[in-house]
């Protein structure tokens, strides 16, 4: 019941994001516009199967994103795991522009580390583990898919150009261009549709509702199921809330189909707050 099934349960767990890697990467909180402190459960066709927590500071002139995430409920019964992942990087003329990434991944079976260097949209160094097997079927990296790229962590993202309000459905028309280590794939994003959110704790208002498009490029073997089913996928959808303070909407819910039932990440606490926007120094006062 590895793929899709499988799949989907490594994608909750590396989706999710993680504060305590947050707690061991310095953060110039001073200089933080926007914060997000999120905790967010997963099902599967209405049955628990893991729960994690995201936590996403954007400043001035960096940002940082650090996520972790645990199975539970129904998915322990095939398989313990958990994963992490945080990607940092500058916000350099309004963009997101990712320097760093690390996601691990562990389970009963395996345990899949990924760690990523980049500078300027370009992969500068890159480690994984256990190394990408050779399979005749596989359609090959090269040097050109390890350039103009994000990683996942920033890919969730959505920064908004301007000063207005981003929750408007030209936010959704975008391309992303994703390397996550092993694959270079893009996701297609698309206006849906306005809705209402509610978190348990925090956020309660309007969110934006996007269709994802998976489009595989390089690094995967098109024969495979899972590639198949999400590359034919036309029901992802991913709803987009703000960060407080800043122009960058971020997912409160994402909801994926499976041969065994919808998949859904939803956030049960969204607490955004605004930051001050310039850092505190001697005889200068914060705004």
């Known amino acids: 019941m590895r793929l899709p099934f499988g799949l989907w349960c490594r994608t909750a767990l590396a989706a999710m994001a993680a504060s305590a890697l947050l707690a061991q990467t310095p953060v110039a909180t001073a200089r933080a516009q926007g914060r997000v402190d999120a905790r ?11 729960r994690g927590a995201w936590v996403i500071d954007i400043g001035d002139d960096k940002y940082l994103t650090a996520a972790s995430g645990v199975t539970a409920g129904l998915l322990r019964l095939f ?5 992490t992942g945080a990607s940092r990087g500058r916000v350099v003329n ?3 522009v990712p320097a760093s990434y690390a996601a691990n991944i562990s389970t009963s079976w395996r345990n899949n580390e990924v760690r990523i260097a980049l500078k300027a949209g370009t992969v500068k160094d890159l480690a994984v583990s256990p190394p990408v097997k050779p399979d005749s079927g ?14 996942p962590m920033t890919a969730s993202l959505v920064r908004v150009a301007g000063n207005g309000n981003p929750l408007v459905p030209g936010s959704c028309r975008r391309t992303v261009p994703v ?11 698309a206006y849906k549709r306005m ?11 309007p969110a934006l509702v996007c269709a994802v498009y998976f489009v595989p490029i390089a690094g995967h073997i098109p024969d495979r199921a899972a590639i198949k089913y999400l590359t034919q ?30 998949g859904i990440l939803e956030a049960t606490q969204f607490l955004t707050v605004a930051g001050r926007t310039r850092a505190a120094t001697s005889g200068e006062t914060t705004q």
């Open 233 to 262: 996928s036309r029901d992802m959808e991913i709803w987009l809330t703000p960060i407080a303070g800043t122009s960058v909407l971020v997912p409160f819910r994402v909801t994926v189909p499976t041969p065994f039932g919808i």
């Open 79 to 83: 398989s313990s795991g958990e994963g």
């Open 179 to 189: 390397f996550d280590g092993r694959m270079r794939y893009d996701l297609h994003l």
């Open 94 to 96: 309004g963009q997101l």
């Open 138 to 151: 596989r359609v090959p990296l090269s040097d050109a898919h390890r350039r103009g790229v994000i990683d």
């Open 195 to 205: 809705d209402q959110v509610k978190a348990a704790k925090g956020y309660a208002g």
């Open 40 to 50: 967010y459960t997963a099902t599967l066709a209405g049955l628990p199967i893991g």
